[in-house]
């Protein structure tokens, strides 16, 4: 089988999963519909802050949102937009969609992207996109390179044999190390989604081994593929008594050499236990140091992810911000090649 047929299924194989994705988690049945936070309800966009909790999780109603969501302008759902020297009440979906010019007012950008992701948080959940503030910084950080159309496809097929296939291994999964993961990168959903997705392709997400060794294996192949998205994997913070556990309820080892370090404003003292007199010890004179390498502490992002800008070390991340699913069969490894 050439590399064009190839590449072709794939992209057949990639659109029927992006369907699968679109339609099980993310499309409310109306177009003026949102969905809820918790649970699997949609509430109309004009229901937002009036008062009655439509969504059963009171999501429509959250007070921060609320405070945005209402203004002094005008009416409950709509907002003063300010464009091409006029100044009318329009709906805050309306506001929302305007681009060219956009409108100049006081809705809460956050707002606006929460309506484009579907989906009610809270306001201080949602996660804004980063783009390029000028049109110098868009041509600088966006070169125009020429590229032929074959080199396209020999790097998109080149980047699905490391991510979804592998003749080792069943659709949508490629060899790491002795184990079949698949390394959905073209997805973008929340963990629960995330860890439905790996369900409903046999798996689950990822865990990290004991011994590290899977560790070791996934960093050097997401580096050598060149992949920069950020993946959910299977650990999340259950509750005070449990902790931080992987999906398989083994409890999660936290600290080196799993976790990604972080500066903290704060400063802390570390403690080690002397083998020689059984004993909690400061470390160094107790100096207080500005870097973690553990979860936050109160837990506040209670799912783990790996993602690009920690270097693919694990993190503690909001449960609801997007993230592509990092999937992997069950411990019994790869399947005899064919």
Known sequence: MTAQPRCLFSFRLVLLLLVFCSTAFSTCPEADQIHCFTNSRCTRIRYICDGDNDCGDNSDEESELCRHWRNNDCERNNAMCHRNGRSDCITISHYCEISSPPCNGTVDARIC????????????????????????????????????????????DARLDATLRHADCPQLFTRVGEQCVSIFYIGN?????????????GSDL??????????ATILQHLRLSQVTTDFWVGGRYVNETVGWSWVNDEPMVLGSPYWAVRHSESCQTR??????????????????YNYVQAPRQPSTANCAALTFSH??????ESCLTKKSPLCVLPSQGPKEAL
């Open 113 to 156: 992207q929460m309506l484009r992701d579907e989906k009610l948080l809270p306001l201080s959940a949602v996660s804004m996109p980063t783009t390029p503030t000028s049109t110098t910084e868009a041509m600088q950080t966006e070169p125009t390179v020429q590229v032929q159309e074959e080199d396209v496809v020999k790097e998109i």
């Open 189 to 201: 959903v929340n963990w629960l989604e995330a860890r439905a997705f790996c369900k409903a392709v």
């Open 311 to 316: 270097y693919f070390y694990v993190s503690d």
């Open 206 to 215: 990822f865990t990290l081994s004991r011994d590290g060794k899977n560790f």
């Open 271 to 288: 403690s080690f236990t002397s083998p020689v007199l059984n004993q909690t010890l400061q470390a160094n004179d107790g100096e207080c």
